[in-house]
C-alpha cells in the first residue's frame, strides 16, 4: 500500500531541526520510506 503525506510547517529552531531530521531520516528509510522532495 503506498501513500503520501504532505505537511507544511515553520522551522524556528534550526538546532532541534537538525536533531529531529538526523533521528527520523534512518526511521523512515528502515521501514522503505523515501523523500520525495
Excluded: C, Q, W
Aim: no cysteine.
Amino acid at each position: 500500500m503506498s501513500y503520501y503525506v504532505l505537511i507544511e510547517g515553520e522551522v524556528t529552531d534550526l538546532d532541534k531541526y537538525k536533531n529531529y531530521r538526523e533521528a527520523v531520516t534512518p526511521l523512515v528509510h528502515k521501514f522503505g520510506g523515501k523523500y520525495l522532495v
